[in-house]
């Protein structure tokens, strides 16, 4: 096998080994099935199988009671800020706060489907660099939404906002199972696979029981969060291999790191470790305000833009992948997901430093 790179890719993103080798040696035949799981029926014992136990895994780490239903649903992060609105506004106003890009796409969707929403929270008058302290709720409100991480701007959530009865709805693709919360206060969550949780191509949708049965009924079959919690997912044919590796990346989590209160450390040790060093020395600058720095996404500058170039090239030189900042603000981004190493963090910070001296 030629030599793998440290990737540190900000989605689809890094993978654990292991995982991927499981899956290379069941690629042509799955538990004797003479099959890959590429091939086998959603219908068929096995692929159930998978289903169930990657249900039953979430429900584990998440520390989910009975009244949540697990869902896997295609369309990715962005379909679900219009089906959220789509499904609980009911003519009720939404609100939401606003922490920067994927946020602010969920508010242009509710708007998009003609919903009442009102923005109570927004970090935009500083770039999006920190998560607002204060969060008014209305209790006239369906829901209040929040985005837990940003990845492009490299903020996250530490703690989040008592809606009182209000339920929660919130983004979390950039930070699901990388750390342990109170799932109560939430009537739904969803989550992108393609960070922590598994591949591109499924999305993890959480969704309470009370919440579920406000949804509106008068929206076509495949909008409505009812015909997926209502055919365990498997009203169509589902994503399988993608929902397949999510469960051998839950079960890595579950029973080869320890659970969500391992990972959690791990993963403070890992963003503690790049943190300190660019805090330590004055050539790199991070960009989100210390208090809502997050563990996932590690956004900096360089003292000029004109060395970004020779930094990416060094680094891809150096076997290490995926650390140009997003697009739409430049800079710098090292994503240190759940499948990224505490040693890949040291070859990062190795190299940052040798590049700083230089």
């Given amino acids: 096998m030629a030599q793998r790179v440290i990737n540190f890719n900000p989605g689809p993103s890094a993978l654990p080994l292991s995982v991927l080798e499981q899956a290379k040696s069941e690629m042509l035949d799955f538990q004797g099935s003479g099959m890959s799981v590429l091939e086998t029926s959603h219908r068929s014992k096995q692929f159930e199988a998978v289903l169930d136990s990657a249900i039953q895994r979430t429900r584990r780490l998440l520390g989910l009671d009975e009244s949540y239903h697990v869902l896997f649903i295609q369309g990715g992060a962005s379909m679900q800020f219009a089906m959220v609105p789509m499904n609980f506004a009911n003519g009720r106003p939404v609100d939401y706060v606003d922490t920067g890009t994927w946020s602010t796409k969920a508010i242009k969707e509710a708007r998009i489907c003609g919903k009442e929403t009102r923005v109570v929270a927004s970090s935009e008058d500083a770039k999006f660099t920190y998560i607002p ?25 530490k703690s989040f906002p008592d809606a009182g009865d209000v339920p929660l709805v919130s983004d979390m693709s950039s930070d699901i199972f990388s750390r342990r919360f109170d799932p109560r206060p939430f009537g739904l969550i969803y989550a992108g696979a393609q960070k922590n949780a598994g591949p591109a191509g499924v999305t993890l949708v959480i969704i309470r029981d009370d919440m579920l049965k406000k949804a509106s009924k008068e929206l076509p079959t495949m909008l409505r969060y009812a015909t997926y919690a209502d055919n365990r997912s498997l009203y169509n044919t589902p994503p399988c291999f993608s929902i397949y590796l999510c469960e051998l990346v839950l079960k890595w989590i579950e029973e080869t790191i320890g659970g969500l209160d391992q990972m959690e450390q791990i993963n403070e040790e890992k963003a503690a470790l790049l943190y300190d060093y660019i805090d330590g020395q004055d050539f790199y600058r991070g960009t989100a305000r210390p208090d809502s720095r997050s563990r996932m996404n590690i956004t900096f500058l360089l003292p000029e833009a004109d060395l970004e170039k020779d930094f990416i090239a060094g680094a891809a030189e150096a076997g290490l992948y995926g650390l140009k900042g997003h697009r739409s603000v430049g800079g710098l981004r090292a994503s240190i997901y759940n499948a990224t190493t505490l040693e890949s963090v040291k070859a990062l910070v190795d190299y940052m430093d040798r590049f700083a001296k230089r």
């Fill in 133 to 157: 302290g204060k969060v008014p709720v209305n209790p006239d409100a369906a829901y209040l939404h929040i985005t837990s991480n940003n990845t492009i701007r490299g903020t996250q959530w």
